[in-house]
């Protein structure tokens, strides 16, 4: 009886463990992303926030192609997910045009894209978005400036702009948004040249730029901390004094930990956050696809404006007073 029953169970063990098996693979949610590179301590924590979220513990089976800044590889890196047939499509377009074919291709295919943090804006055939609102961030830039150099009674800007990669809608907001404000006020905008949202090109273009206007310029807006750190060597080799109360008020964009700490430090006067950790939103959109439902199109990151206690002042955009976030250590530990 005993062995009759232990047949029994071998038998239908045997029968549904590759039933079971089967419908457990099928759970699996599998996810193709196309990231931008690894140009930068944002790009770090975006690449670790999408692979913490959509690790093969959560469920996922993801497929990472970093396309190292090179826009050709990202489309052959989207059209490799086709051909893989993945879920669910993750890009974050290096250039913020040229997407509508591959879209198109993705759309016929049946899967589903999500874009990050920068945006596409010549085609909609996506499902959703989840960024930042790049212009915002040039904006709040932009009307810090204002506030605090009126506060230390500077009346003249003579700026030098080390902007990101060109034609990203990163570059693209945060120049639109400064410059608007810049031409508001009247500022004198000395030149703009891309470092690549790297530090060693934020170095070559500031190394350039301490020998084409040395003595001119007052105020160095770097479009990301990475960027800020070759700066402020550039900066250094030259003999120019940067950060609260010397010869050059410093901006910078992204305010990671290494960013903070340069505020912390007086080195970088103000820094506008960039929130890179889009991946929990991601997976609530693809919650709402898998449950037959229709995602928010646009889903905005929240971010915080940032300097030293001397440093805050009170600023609008667009009639909505912002507020400042002072960096202690403590907010240098919660960042990422
Ligand atoms: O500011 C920069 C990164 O796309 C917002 O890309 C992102 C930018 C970020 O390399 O550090």
């Known amino acids: 009886m005993r062995k009759l029953s232990a047949i029994i169970v071998t038998a239908l063990a045997a029968a549904l463990l590759p039933a079971m098996a089967v419908s457990a693979s099928d759970d699996v949610i599998s996810i193709g992303f196309a990231q931008v590179g690894h140009e930068s ?11 913490d979220v959509f690790s093969a513990e959560n469920g996922y089976d993801l497929s990472f192609v970093d396309c190292d800044n090179d826009e050709a590889a990202q489309k052959e890196a989207v059209r490799s997910f086709i051909e893989q047939d993945v879920d669910y499509i993750i890009i974050d377009p290096i250039i913020a045009t040229g997407w509508d074919t591959v879209l198109t291709e993705c759309e016929d295919a049946g899967i589903p894209v999500i874009v990050i943090d920068r945006t596409i804006d010549d085609s909609d055939k996506y499902a959703a978005w989840v960024g930042s609102n790049f212009k915002t961030e040039g904006l709040a830039a932009g009307e810090w400036l204002k506030a605090y150099a009126d506060k230390q009674g500077i009346e003249e800007l003579n700026v030098l702009t080390i902007s990101g990669s060109t034609g990203s809608s990163a570059q693209i907001g945060r ?41 001119q310029f007052n105020v160095v807006v770097c479009q990301n901390d990475n960027e800020a750190f070759g700066a402020m060597t550039a900066m250094d080799n030259a003999g120019v004094t940067y950060g609260p109360g010397n010869d050059v008020i410093l901006i910078s964009y992204d ?30 959109v693809i919650k709402q696809i898998e449950a037959g439902e229709t995602p928010e199109k646009e889903v905005y990151m929240v971010e915080h404006w940032y300097a030293l206690e001397d440093q805050v002042v009170d600023f609008e955009i667009d009639g909505v007073a912002q507020e400042m976030t002072v960096v202690t250590d403590e907010v240098i530990e919660a960042q990422y």
């Open 41 to 51: 301590d944002w790009r770090t924590a975006s690449t670790k926030s999408c692979q």
């Open 255 to 284: 305010a990671c930990t290494a960013g903070l700490e340069d505020v912390k430090a007086g080195k970088i006067t103000a820094d506008f956050e960039c929130n890179p950790l889009a991946a929990p939103f991601v997976e609530e």
């Open 175 to 215: 120049s639109e948004g400064f410059n608007e404000v810049a031409e508001k006020y009247g500022w004198n905008l000395i030149d703009e040249q891309t470092g690549d949202f790297t530090e060693a090109g934020g170095q070559e273009v500031m190394e350039n730029y301490c020998k084409s206007y040395e003595g």
